[in-house]
């Protein structure tokens, strides 16, 4: 996929309300006193500079999952195989900014929380059809049991090692020609390291005369068999009409495959007042199941990884990617997704229910999705950096696995609970604690960069509540940079918010919610029976930040904090804004590494054990 960085918009627009905080100490039986102390800072510059390892780095995530050091993007081809999850990645080694010469990384796991690095999988052929990248794609299972890669392989137009160019009828006019391509795992290697790559495309070019806007990220939504074809999605998009999925199907994985044209019946609605891209990267459709349905599905996959059969009755959730965007206010492309069935094999998009926003955030974007052992809908994706590329090590992390779910007619998001393996000491639980309109409470026990948080939220009479982060980075008077980041859901317009005050009063924890600042977040839809309370998850991983409502909804952010010392106040501090808040069933604790291997591990000036 060619994600060149996108521009940064403008992400400043005002609020109307005003948010003044004054921080509190409690009463509460269940809560320690804490004094607040005023943090020390650090100049910019020496956290932007010469990056070379972890160990410099206050910001760089540690449970999610990243190359040791260089640039990631999209995940690719996850798979639950003989006992391990594996998921492959786009990287690139030895920059931290997107280049031409992409290669699959792969991180392997036996449980969803503990992963380890493992070799590239596969690499850029010099002349080759994949001579300027390997890009997104998929794995499956061949229906002899061979784990199988398909992906996107690309030679840029002026690579003249490559061999002529295709005929005019098929050529798309682009900077790269685009193909799908194959690679296929060693017998006997149970560890999904050592793949053989096809020299020729089994798809060597689009179909002929149609002006599409681009060609690539195969997924795989159905598995041949007896008397039965595969199926796969293509992303692409027709010229001066918008985004599109092309559906080809083959009886043999390995060849025969034939365009059947798009798979999408219909029109769909608009979403609001923007168009929906002109060309939709990264498909997925996965059957979407209630909680208590998941295990013995019909639509779950069988020995061979995959999905079995597309069923008409089944209910599918089709993801896409839209490239490029027109949304203000967002430095990303958002993530569209429906949810409907499949008629006579094609998707039907003019009565499906959508499109609505994967996440509310403004850093996640080309998810994948893969079934696992227990029949769920597990994604991952992409969580973008918004700081300037270039300056450190590393670039992008992969998101924490999302188990996806049907329930009361709607998408539901909930992180997966294997996550909970990773919390350690300190941690801090209470039963309940009032935050007074205008006013904050600090979080105890718990500081540091690492951590997760569940609480419930009761409205009370506020009109917003949530969590205030703090940052210890150095903010000079001519600076318009975060140094905080407030988690919100607004109970008056229904939405989870995160804004980023650039004026922060240290010592009382105030912000003036009233001036220009970046601001992100959607509609969330509670039920009668949840209309006066939530349930949020947090999970805080350094500078990757993702939340969770128990409604269903999603966010990811990133929120650049800087180094944490143990001498400091905790950073997070319960607000409450025009009434009062009550916040109970509250458990805040830290998080240790995903990494298993000794020298995987991430060096940290500060280490959760460290607290005692």
Same mark, same amino acid.
């Given at each position: 996929?060619?994600?060149?960085p996108?521009?940064?918009?403008? *992400?400043?627009?005002?609020?109307?309300?005003?948010?003044?905080?004054?921080?509190r100490?409690?009463?509460?039986?269940?809560?320690?006193?804490?004094?607040?102390?005023?943090?020390?800072?650090?100049?910019?510059?020496?956290?932007?500079s010469?990056?070379?390892?972890?160990?410099?780095?206050?910001?760089?995530?540690?449970?999610?999952?990243?190359?040791?050091?260089?640039?990631?993007?999209?995940?690719?081809?996850p798979?639950?195989?003989?006992?391990?999850y594996?998921?492959?990645?786009?990287?690139?080694?030895?920059?931290?900014?997107?280049?031409?010469?992409?290669?699959?990384?792969?991180a392997?796991?036996?449980?969803?929380?503990? +992963?380890?690095?493992?070799?590239?999988?596969?690499n850029?052929?010099?002349?080759?059809?994949?001579?300027?990248?390997?890009?997104?794609g998929?794995?499956?299972?061949?229906?002899?049991?061979t784990?199988?890669?398909?992906y996107?392989?690309?030679?840029?137009?002026?690579?003249?090692?490559?061999?002529?160019?295709?005929?005019?009828?098929?050529?798309?006019?682009?900077?790269?020609?685009?193909?799908?391509?194959?690679?296929r795992?060693?017998?006997?290697?149970?560890?999904?390291?050592?793949?053989?790559?096809?020299?020729?495309?089994?798809?060597?070019?689009?179909?002929?005369?149609?002006?599409?806007?681009?060609?690539?990220?195969?997924y795989?939504?159905?598995?041949?068999?007896?008397?039965?074809?595969?199926?796969?999605?293509?992303?692409?998009g027709? #010229?001066?009409?918008?985004? *599109?999925?092309?559906?080809?199907e @083959?009886?043999?994985?390995?060849?025969?495959?034939?365009?059947?044209?798009?798979?999408?019946?219909?029109?769909?609605?608009?979403?609001?007042?923007?168009?929906?891209?002109?060309?939709?990267?990264?498909?997925f459709?996965?059957?979407?199941?209630?909680?208590?349905?998941?295990?013995?599905?019909?639509?779950?996959?069988?020995?061979?990884?995959?999905?079995?059969?597309?069923?008409?009755?089944?209910v599918?959730?089709?993801?896409?990617?839209?490239?490029?965007?027109?949304l203000?206010?967002?430095? *990303?492309?958002?993530?569209? /997704?429906?949810?409907?069935?499949?008629?006579q #094999?094609?998707?039907?998009?003019?009565q499906?229910?959508?499109?609505?926003?994967?996440?509310?955030g403004?850093?996640?974007?080309?998810p994948?999705?893969?079934q696992?052992?227990?029949?769920r809908?597990?994604?991952?994706?992409?969580?973008?950096?918004?700081?300037?590329?270039?300056?450190?090590? /590393?670039?992008?992390?992969?998101?924490l696995?999302?188990?996806?779910?049907?329930?009361?007619?709607?998408?539901?998001?909930? @992180?997966?609970?294997?996550?909970?393996?990773?919390?350690?000491?300190?941690?801090?639980?209470?039963?309940?604690?009032?935050v007074?309109s205008?006013?904050?409470?600090?979080?105890?026990?718990?500081?540091?960069?690492?951590?997760?948080?569940?609480?419930?939220?009761?409205?009370?009479?506020?009109?917003?509540?949530?969590?205030?982060l703090?940052?210890?980075?150095? #903010?000079?008077?001519?600076?318009?940079?975060?140094?905080?980041?407030?988690?919100?859901?607004? +109970?008056?317009?229904?939405?989870?918010?995160?804004?980023?005050? *650039?004026?922060?009063?240290?010592?009382?924890?105030?912000?003036d919610?009233?001036?220009?600042m970046?601001?992100?977040?959607?509609?969330?839809?509670?039920?009668?029976?949840?209309?006066?309370?939530?349930?949020?998850?947090?999970?805080?991983?350094?500078?990757?930040?993702?939340?969770?409502?128990?409604?269903?909804?999603?966010?990811?952010?990133?929120?650049?904090?800087?180094?944490?010392?143990?001498?400091?106040?905790?950073?997070?501090?319960?607000?409450?804004?025009?009434?009062?808040?009550?916040?109970?069933?509250?458990?805040?604790?830290?998080?240790?590494?995903?990494?298993?291997?000794?020298?995987?591990?991430?060096?940290?000036a500060?280490?959760?054990?460290?607290?005692?």
């Amino acid at each position: 996929m060619p994600h060149l960085p996108h521009p940064r918009l403008s *992400t400043s627009v005002p609020l109307q309300q005003q948010i003044r905080h004054t921080t509190r100490e409690v009463g509460n039986p269940h809560i320690r006193r804490s004094s607040i102390a005023k943090g020390s800072k650090l100049p910019r510059a020496s956290m932007a500079s010469n990056r070379s390892s972890w160990t410099l780095d206050a910001d760089k995530p540690w449970y999610h999952i990243m190359p040791r050091s260089g640039w990631l993007n999209d995940p690719n081809g996850p798979i639950y195989y003989q006992g391990r999850y594996h998921v492959y990645y786009q990287h690139i080694e030895g920059t931290s900014q997107w280049d031409w010469r992409m290669t699959w990384g792969h991180a392997s796991s036996p449980d969803l929380v503990h +992963w380890k690095h493992e070799p590239i999988a596969i690499n850029p052929t010099k002349g080759g059809c994949d001579a300027s990248g390997c890009w997104s794609g998929t794995t499956v299972l061949d229906t002899d049991g061979t784990p199988t890669m398909i992906y996107t392989g690309v030679r840029r137009r002026d690579n003249t090692d490559c061999g002529p160019l295709p005929h005019a009828a098929v050529d798309l006019g682009l900077d790269m020609i685009e193909c799908q391509m194959m690679a296929r795992c060693q017998e006997g290697d149970t560890d999904l390291i050592r793949w053989h790559k096809q020299e020729q495309p089994i798809i060597p070019h689009p179909p002929d005369n149609i002006k599409l806007t681009g060609f690539r990220d195969p997924y795989i939504i159905q598995t041949g068999g007896p008397h039965q074809k595969w199926k796969m999605l293509l992303g692409s998009g027709i #010229e001066g009409k918008g985004g *599109t999925l092309l559906l080809y199907e @083959a009886p043999d994985l390995t060849s025969g495959w034939q365009c059947k044209g798009s798979f999408i019946k219909g029109q769909s609605k608009p979403f609001g007042k923007h168009d929906l891209g002109a060309m939709w990267e990264c498909p997925f459709l996965t059957p979407l199941q209630e909680p208590s349905n998941a295990l013995g599905s019909s639509a779950a996959p069988g020995s061979n990884g995959g999905p079995q059969r597309l069923r008409e009755e089944q209910v599918y959730m089709m993801c896409v990617s839209p490239y490029p965007h027109h949304l203000k206010h967002r430095l *990303t492309n958002p993530c569209l /997704y429906w949810l409907g069935y499949i008629q006579q #094999e094609l998707f039907q998009i003019a009565q499906a229910d959508g499109p609505h926003l994967l996440d509310l955030g403004d850093v996640l974007y080309a998810p994948n999705c893969f079934q696992d052992a227990q029949g769920r809908s597990i994604m991952l994706a992409w969580l973008q950096e918004l700081r300037q590329g270039g300056a450190f090590d /590393y670039a992008g992390c992969i998101s924490l696995p999302r188990v996806l779910s049907y329930q009361n007619g709607r998408l539901h998001q909930q @992180a997966a609970p294997e996550l909970r393996a990773l919390q350690q000491e300190p941690s801090w639980r209470a039963s309940e604690l009032q935050v007074p309109s205008g006013q904050s409470v600090a979080v105890q026990h718990v500081r540091g960069p690492s951590w997760f948080a569940e609480f419930t939220l009761r409205r009370g009479d506020a009109a917003v509540s949530g969590l205030l982060l703090r940052s210890w980075l150095y #903010e000079g008077p001519e600076e318009s940079q975060a140094c905080a980041a407030a988690l919100l859901v607004d +109970w008056t317009a229904s939405q989870l918010q995160v804004v980023f005050p *650039t004026e922060l009063d240290e010592q009382n924890m105030t912000f003036d919610a009233s001036l220009d600042m970046k601001h992100i977040g959607g509609p969330i839809i509670l039920g009668e029976a949840q209309q006066q309370q939530v349930t949020v998850q947090v999970y805080v991983d350094h500078s990757a930040v993702e939340v969770f409502l128990s409604s269903g909804e999603a966010l990811a952010t990133r929120v650049y904090r800087g180094a944490v010392t143990p001498d400091e106040d905790p950073g997070m501090f319960f607000i409450s804004h025009q009434g009062s808040t009550t916040v109970s069933n509250i458990h805040v604790s830290a998080m240790g590494s995903i990494w298993t291997q000794v020298g995987d591990q991430p060096a940290k000036a500060f280490e959760p054990a460290d607290r005692q």
